[in-house]
């Protein structure tokens, strides 16, 4: 028994030292990322806390020297949300974010089964021209899509930026679900329908359950393009009242150029939902990045 214990003893120093080691070779990474991380989130922590900050102290301290006095204050937001209309702007922005966001996460979706595991003519030839339109830029179609949606009067509502924000999301969600899809068993599909699974059942009960993941990962893509998009706001939304939060910011920087207090504010609620949608779906974020590239 003495015997079996001394030579257990060196062979556990031996993990021990190992793990000293392994820990002080990491220790450099670890360093160089809390680094980085601090110098991609101070620029975040600054105007967070500039939004809180009175216009007083703002104007004659740095946001670091805030915690020294601490004074803060929630009139700001009030004033921004009740006087300059940011509210109003931020349900529109969730009136426009949210169905350009589900309409072509369910068409992308429902394509991309098609192209995986259905069999038609010309499949891969029209999957390759899917791929093509990524090429494509937003830009080029503003024109012809203006004077398409003008007799229908879409203009006057969300109608027009929700098909065009559909439309150009559409090839990249294609591209990027087909590639997960077609990693799913065959044993699987082929197993559901000697069961007698429809297609629809099929997709319903079977590939879109495995393939959260990659559908959270572009749904969370889809939604932070649309969030933060301000260039199809400015082309497809021409009612004032129905302005999302971008050209509303912009409008409160032409006219409140010195009030950095509510600027800073503003911006925050603007950045506020991105971050939340961010870090609570972030497991399947990272889950959708590493999408097909595993079988």
Not at 27 to 32: E, R, S, W
Not at 42 to 50: D, K, R, S, Y
Not at 96 to 122: D, E, G, N, Q, R
């Amino acid at each position: 028994m003495t015997a079996v214990a001394e030579e257990q003893v060196p062979a556990r120093e031996r993990t021990t030292s190992e793990r000293i080691v392994r820990f002080l070779n990491k220790t450099p990474i670890h360093v160089a990322l809390g680094i980085i991380a601090l110098i991609w989130l101070a620029p975040t922590i600054g105007l967070f806390v500039t939004s809180f900050r009175p216009r007083s102290d703002i104007q004659v301290t740095g946001w670091w020297e805030s915690f020294l006095q601490f004074r803060f204050t929630l009139a700001n937001y009030s004033e921004v949300l009740s006087g300059q209309g940011m509210l109003q702007a931020f349900i529109n922005t969730l009136l426009i974010a949210v169905p350009s966001t589900l309409i072509p996460v369910a068409l992308a979706s429902m394509a991309a089964y098609a192209f995986s595991w259905l069999h038609f003519p010309f499949r891969d030839g029209l999957f390759l021209l899917v791929v093509a339109l990524l090429m494509i830029p937003v830009q080029v179609a503003f024109i012809p899509l203006l004077k398409l949606f003008a007799p229908t009067g879409l203009l006057n509502s969300y109608g027009a930026i929700w098909l065009t924000h559909t439309a150009f999301a559409l090839p990249f969600g294609i591209f990027l679900l087909r590639n997960f899809f077609i990693t799913l068993p065959r044993d699987l599909i082929e197993a559901a329908r000697i069961d007698g699974s429809s297609t629809i059942g099929i997709f319903r009960t079977i590939v879109v359950p495995l393939s959260v993941p990659a559908i959270a990962a572009y749904g969370i893509f889809q939604f932070l393009w649309v969030w933060n998009d301000l260039l199809m706001a400015l082309v497809f939304v021409q009612d004032g009242s129905q302005w999302p939060m971008t050209k509303a910011i912009q409008n409160l920087l032409s006219q409140y150029g010195t009030e950095w207090h509510l600027l800073a504010a503003g911006a925050f609620l603007l950045m506020a939902v991105p971050l939340i949608v961010f870090f609570s779906l972030q497991r399947y974020f990272v889950q959708g990045l590493l999408a097909g590239s595993v079988k």
